[in-house]
């Protein structure tokens, strides 16, 4: 029953350990970039990979509070992306250095905002703190390096309006980054909101509205419940009832925005094949037991059929007892697995120290997932393995001959 | 009879040699009117531009001065979150500054392709003010008509490299030798703007077309109207306006 135990404590935890890793790879996307649900104009979703601020939504504040309203448990979280460039002065003020950047302009100043969470914020800060005030970003520490520059030190952002004009806003620098992917660490700044929205005349205005589910890792079948209902007219306010259909927002889930539904679909096939694999192994291993438990019990077998026991009924007790240890078994090991998958869950395995440079892409916290599956998955090795060890050791019972057996059992 | 066909083989030939050429002597001499009308040693003008983008318009109001084809210098009059921007170019370099930063910028590299303030122009088609018969060659390729003007086409082949378009197609008033309709091409073929150029005028000894509308073939905008108000050539321009001083 330990082995059993062991077996089922081993594939609940392994489950949500490989569930965990995997839906931490969809939902770095969905911190990043789209959301569980995103909310967009329908023109800006067309273009949405150039980050067409001059087509973006307006209202904002009356659609978030319909969002709110409509989608209570779901946390949004209006975002500006633009591509701008940065300009970096020497002592006189002219150009020292300059590069093209990407940014992010994301609710860092809010009070009990998400976002810096969301960004593995203040984790992956190399160098300085997180901003503070306004006028304060975040700049890839890398784009810092090449142009010599670091906390307290002041560059200019040249970009366009949303209605196209020019933009020049000096920042100072509170803190570097690390991307942790290439291009973005060649070039990318991150700001609050507001000073996005002052910079790039968007008052009352964002590219997106992220939605996250009240889920910890990505569930499309309750993004697209939500994006059903928003179509069917909940969230979407009255403020924006006016404008024009090419403007009007239109919600989108992750799933279904550029690339995604494919990264799902290798999320899912990687993760379900590991999760075969091991719980392939570990049935072995189970059947394994319940065979040689079988086996042990040769003898037994032999002299309860010498005592004129039924060979049926011997087969089927032998089955019946290898569904009660199996499950008990299970049940043990499925217990104790979940308590370590909550506990785990919830502390989470901080491999921060580990990693020589934590970065915004690698979270240094990994968690394994809590989903309806871990309930049942450790009963497949620890129930049916025992059962079909058992079953495949107990067919000798019909083959034992009465002439040899009191032979064999040396009477 | 051998001899008669290639008697007469030899006669066309020359005379398909002779027609090209006279062709693209006469393109060249198309191509010089042209200059003579829309270059100049220096000139100050007062503009508009109106953008007009995928969901507004705007205007933008501008002041602008220029000697020979290396210095300009634009001052941005309205709106008000414009006023006050100057650009700068001299030689091949581009200065932008703002009040708003109290900062001069350079613009260079691939950032000079970006449009200016969202508009269908590029830095580099407000910087380039060669003469057309510095960089292009020329050939009649076609005699038409367009809003109801005689027009000669011209296609324009970049002799140098360091050209924003190596194509341009270009329907000249055949009167009055001022572009009425440009195409700029990229190597492959890909037609990248058209510019339509309305009420030519009559300005000192010249004809200079007022206003265009820009239109960048890969954008989705409803192009760019660009007016001037007010120009005068050839009229004394103080040294210190080519300067970077001259930016704050």
């Given amino acids: 029953m330990i082995v059993v135990s062991l077996g089922a404590l081993l594939t609940v935890f392994l489950y949500s350990w490989v569930k965990g890793v995997m839906g931490d790879s969809i939902e770095m996307s969905s911190n990043f970039d789209t959301g569980d649900v995103k909310v967009v104009t329908r023109a800006y979703a067309r273009q949405a990979d150039q980050y067409p601020n001059d087509l973006a939504i307006l209202g904002v504040d009356t659609l978030l509070e319909a969002l709110k309203a409509g989608f209570p448990d779901m946390d949004w979280a209006p975002r500006i992306r633009f591509g701008a460039l940065a300009d970096f002065p020497d002592s006189l003020g002219e150009t020292r250095g300059q590069g093209p950047v990407a940014g992010w302009a994301v609710d860092l100043l809010g009070e009990g905002s998400r976002e810096p969470e969301r960004f593995n914020l203040p984790a992956a800060i190399v160098r300085g703190r997180m901003p503070e005030s306004r006028g304060e970003v975040l700049l890839a520490e890398n784009l810092a390096s090449r142009f010599d520059a670091g906390p307290g030190d002041s560059f200019t952002l040249f970009g366009t309006t949303m209605e196209g004009g020019f933009t020049f806003v000096n920042y100072t620098i509170a803190g570097t980054v690390r991307f942790g992917a290439t291009g973005l660490d060649r070039g990318a700044v991150l700001m609050d909101l507001q000073d996005a929205r002052a910079a790039f005349a968007m008052e009352d205005a964002a590219g997106e509205i992220l939605g996250f589910l009240p889920v910890f890792h990505y569930d499309d079948r309750m993004a697209q419940e939500v994006v059903s209902r928003f179509q069917a007219g909940a969230g979407s306010g009255d403020g924006i009832s006016g404008q024009d259909q090419e403007y009007a927002p239109v919600m989108i889930t992750l799933g279904r925005q550029a690339g995604m539904a494919e990264m799902l679909v290798y999320a899912e096939a990687i993760s379900g094949m590991l999760i075969f694999l091991f719980v392939l192994a570990m049935s072995i291993v189970l059947w394994n037991a319940g065979l040689l438990g079988g086996l042990r019990r040769y003898t037994e077998f032999g002299i309860r059929i010498?005592?004129?026991?039924?060979?049926?009924?011997?087969?089927?007790s032998l089955l019946w007892e290898a569904l009660v240890i199996g499950s008990i078994g299970s049940i043990l090991g499925t217990f104790v697995g979940v308590v370590f998958v909550y506990i785990f869950h919830h502390v989470g395995f901080n491999f921060s120290s580990m990693m020589q440079q934590a970065s915004m892409l690698i979270p240094g916290i990994m968690r394994p997932a809590i989903t309806p599956a871990i309930?049942?998955?450790?009963?497949?090795?620890?129930v049916l393995s025992m059962l079909l060890g058992n079953a495949l050791a107990g067919r000798g019972i019909y083959k034992r001959q009465t002439s040899r057996l009191f032979n064999e059992l040396e009477v | 009879m051998k001899t008669t066909i290639l008697l007469f083989a030899l006669i066309l030939f020359t005379g398909l040699l002779t027609?090209?050429?006279?062709?693209q002597n006469e393109a060249l001499t198309i191509l010089e009117k042209v200059d003579r009308n829309l270059s100049a040693q220096n000139r100050i003008f007062e503009s508009s531009m109106t953008i007009h983008g995928?969901?507004?318009?705007?205007?933008?109001?501008?002041?602008?001065?220029?000697r020979g084809e290396k210095e300009a210098l634009t001052e941005y009059l309205s709106p008000a979150s414009e006023a006050g921007t100057k650009m700068l170019k001299l030689e091949d370099q581009l200065w932008i500054y703002t009040?708003?930063?109290?900062?001069?910028?350079q613009i260079s590299g691939h950032m000079l392709r970006q449009s200016v303030m969202g508009s269908d122009l590029s830095y580099e088609d407000m910087m380039d003010d060669r003469k057309l018969t510095e960089v292009y060659s020329a050939e009649v390729v076609a005699r038409d008509t367009l809003g109801g003007e005689r027009v000669v086409v011209l296609q324009l082949t970049a002799r140098r490299g360091d050209v924003a378009y190596p194509v341009q197609k270009?329907?000249?008033d055949a009167e009055k030798f001022v572009p009425l309709r440009q195409e700029m091409y990229a190597r492959s073929g890909q037609l990248l703007k058209r510019v339509d150029l309305f009420e030519v005028r009559r300005i000192q000894d010249r004809w200079f077309p007022t206003r265009m509308v820009y239109r960048d073939m890969l954008k989705t905008g409803g192009?760019?109207?660009?007016?001037?108000?007010s120009i005068v050539f050839d009229t004394q321009i103080p040294e210190h306006i080519f300067s970077k001083a001259s930016l704050r």
Avoid: C, N
Avoid at chain 2, 99 to 105: E, F, K, L, Q, Y
Avoid at chain 2, 223 to 229: K, N
């Fill in chain 1, 306 to 316: 010498a005592l004129g026991e039924d060979k049926g009924h011997i087969y089927r």
């Fill in chain 1, 375 to 382: 309930y049942y998955i450790g009963f497949i090795p620890g």
């Fill in chain 2, 19 to 23: 027609l090209q050429a006279q062709e």
């Fill in chain 2, 54 to 66: 995928r969901r507004t318009s705007r205007t933008i109001t501008s002041k602008s001065w220029s």
């Fill in chain 2, 99 to 105: 009040p708003s930063a109290d900062r001069t910028i």
């Fill in chain 2, 170 to 172: 270009m329907w000249i």
């Fill in chain 2, 223 to 229: 192009g760019t109207e660009f007016t001037v108000s």
